[in-house]
């Protein structure tokens, strides 16, 4: 039960992210279908990243870590880019309107889950149970973001989106350096 327990105070550490992104992106106001979408990969590759991390485990620890900030820098850093293009199209366009867009967000937004799983690969042999918690837990921070984001954007108009971006950069800065 206190594994569980763990588990679950981990997955909602491991949501924030998924739910902080969600809110910029529900800004763009995604269809109920988009939403729903982007919500299941994020929980598919919340289970399918740690156990992954837990399965390599040690053998490629050192060289992700190295690695592992540079690439999140970039994905957060094309994520800006993108939602800059869009913001500065004149006419109602929205980010994330392809597949491979909503697999590269919630592939930003689990990376983090790769190295808990390798981190847990020092303890734990089975994260069956730890995906299925970390996967339920950031389908529903997403959506919940994206909800929630499609408000503010309601309220906010433009202004929610230029923050978004904003948020964005820093989070890519903050991973280069």
Same mark, same amino acid.
């Given at each position: 039960?206190?594994?569980i327990?763990?588990?679950?105070?981990? =997955?909602?550490?491991?949501?924030m992210?998924?739910?902080?992104? =969600?809110?910029l %992106?529900?800004?763009?106001?995604?269809?109920?279908?988009?939403?729903?979408?982007?919500?299941?990969?994020?929980?598919?590759l919340?289970?399918?990243?740690?156990?992954?991390?837990?399965?390599?485990?040690?053998?490629?620890?050192?060289?992700?870590?190295?690695? *592992?900030?540079?690439?999140?820098?970039?994905? &957060?850093?094309?994520?800006?880019?993108?939602?800059?293009?869009?913001f500065?199209? @004149?006419?109602?366009?929205?980010?994330?309107?392809? %597949?491979? @867009?909503?697999?590269l967000?919630?592939l =930003?937004?689990?990376?983090?889950? &790769?190295?808990? *799983?390798?981190?847990?690969?020092? @303890? @734990?042999?089975n994260?069956?149970?730890? *995906?299925?918690i970390?996967?339920?837990?950031?389908?529903?921070?997403?959506?919940?973001?994206?909800?929630?984001?499609?408000?503010?954007?309601?309220?906010?108009?433009?202004?929610?989106?230029?923050?978004?971006?904003i948020?964005?950069?820093?989070?890519?800065?903050?991973?280069?350096?």
């Amino acid at each position: 039960m206190s594994s569980i327990l763990l588990y679950f105070f981990m =997955a909602v550490g491991l949501s924030m992210d998924a739910f902080s992104l =969600a809110i910029l %992106y529900g800004t763009n106001n995604l269809d109920k279908k988009k939403c729903i979408i982007l919500s299941l990969f994020v929980g598919l590759l919340h289970f399918v990243m740690p156990n992954l991390g837990n399965v390599l485990g040690q053998k490629f620890l050192h060289g992700f870590i190295l690695y *592992g900030h540079l690439i999140m820098g970039i994905v &957060f850093l094309i994520l800006a880019i993108q939602m800059i293009l869009s913001f500065k199209d @004149e006419k109602k366009s929205q980010c994330l309107t392809s %597949y491979f @867009e909503l697999f590269l967000f919630a592939l =930003a937004v689990s990376i983090d889950s &790769f190295t808990v *799983g390798m981190a847990l690969s020092l @303890e @734990e042999h089975n994260l069956i149970i730890g *995906g299925i918690i970390f996967s339920i837990t950031s389908s529903i921070f997403t959506l919940l973001g994206l909800i929630f984001g499609k408000f503010l954007s309601n309220k906010t108009g433009d202004i929610g989106k230029l923050v978004g971006i904003i948020i964005l950069v820093m989070l890519s800065l903050k991973y280069f350096f």
